[in-house]
């Protein structure tokens, strides 16, 4: 069978299709056909060998992989052979808070991701996809979809008529605003496309801003929040964008912090303790928090938003894609 794998080092240069032995399951363990996966920032991170000396080369990377089980280890009841599952993007974070050794089991970093025609994954760390979803739109769900969820619902406690401020049009900020929606809540969206803006509002978004013609944008939501501020902050940029969004965010509100896309910056950590601000650090979730998502996105009949679809030859230009910020929403391989 076929993998992907960064070889003698990262880089896209580095970056070989390769044949391997096909995986054959023990106790325990699942082989799944994968059928699609999806990229993530983070993978743009590890190609550039960005994770430091924890992640090694040979290594097949992705987190974010869908398919078909192929056959089981003894002992294995969770799924069967034929079963349409997803990975959890930590393999051992089942439920439960996170600690070291579930952060040890990251796929496409501590181990071999999902960027393969075939793989072996521990039975306990899959979940079954929503039936209504094509292999290629449950791809984009373990990384950013469980990660949005984690932020407005089990960090932030969600309610209907609240207020979420959304960053840009990636995979975890439209999940947010799909999720937002779902519950009744009201949200504001930035980004530095006014074509973005436009589809953004196709969405759902209730208002937006374009942050390069307006780069104090933390006015224009308070005006929207009726001069409080926003409930909750998803926070995709970091650094470059955190102080702009503490001014933006409530006395007591939430921020879930999440990325780090907008670089360096410098931010003034008075605002948060003066407005009691609850700042949260979300880095994916657990196996019981994917399958309460899923559970929702199949009552809703919601659909994740595909960019664009890669065939399996074309995973550099898929990175390459990815890399230039032109995407809208996830951008898929199918297998």
């Keep these: 069978m076929k993998a992907w794998r960064f070889v003698q080092g990262f880089g896209p ?17 699942a082989v799944v056909r994968v059928r699609a996966c999806s990229l993530n920032y983070r993978d743009l991170v590890v190609a550039k060998g960005g994770y430091g000396r924890a992640v090694k080369v040979p290594l097949t990377p992705l987190s974010d992989g869908v398919g078909e089980v192929l056959a089981v280890g003894a002992g294995v009841t969770r799924v069967q052979v034929g079963d349409r599952v997803a990975a959890t993007f930590m393999q051992g974070w089942l439920e439960g808070p996170p600690d070291d050794a579930k952060a040890a089991t990251a796929l496409g970093g501590a181990l071999d991701g999902m960027l393969a025609e075939e793989v072996l994954l521990d ?38 008529g609240q207020t979420v401020l959304v960053q840009g049009s990636g995979g975890v900020s439209t999940f947010a605003l799909q999720f937002a929606k779902m519950a009744g809540a009201r949200v504001f969206a930035t980004s530095g496309s006014d074509a973005k803006l436009a589809r953004l ?14 780069p104090d944008w933390d006015k224009a939501a308070r005006d929207f929040s009726g001069g409080a ?10 650094a470059g964008t955190l102080p702009t969004s503490l001014k933006a965010v409530k006395r007591g509100g939430h921020i879930a912090l999440i990325g780090v896309l907008s670089g360096s910056g410098e931010c003034d950590p008075r605002l948060i303790f003066l407005k009691q601000v609850r700042m949260q650090g979300i880095y994916v979730g657990s196996r019981r928090m994917f399958e309460d998502m899923n559970r929702a996105i199949e009552a809703a009949g919601m659909r994740p938003v595909v960019d664009r679809v890669f065939g399996f030859a074309e ?11 032109a995407h809208f929403g996830k951008v898929v391989i199918r297998v």
Excluded: Q
């Design 123 to 160: 039975a306990a760390g899959l979940v079954r996809i929503p039936g209504h979803l094509s292999f290629e739109e449950a791809s984009t769900l373990p990384c950013a979809a469980v990660t949005a969820w984690h932020s407005l619902f089990e960090s932030g406690g969600l309610k209907p």
């Design 13 to 29: 240069e580095n970056l070989e299709c390769v044949e391997l032995p096909s995986p054959k399951p023990g106790p325990g363990h």
């Design 201 to 214: 509002r196709s969405m759902g978004a209730d208002a937006m801003v374009n942050y390069r013609t307006s």
């Design 315 to 325: 995973v550099p230009a898929a990175y390459s894609y990815l890399e230039s910020g």
């Design 229 to 238: 501020g926003v409930d909750h902050v998803i926070e995709v940029g970091g």
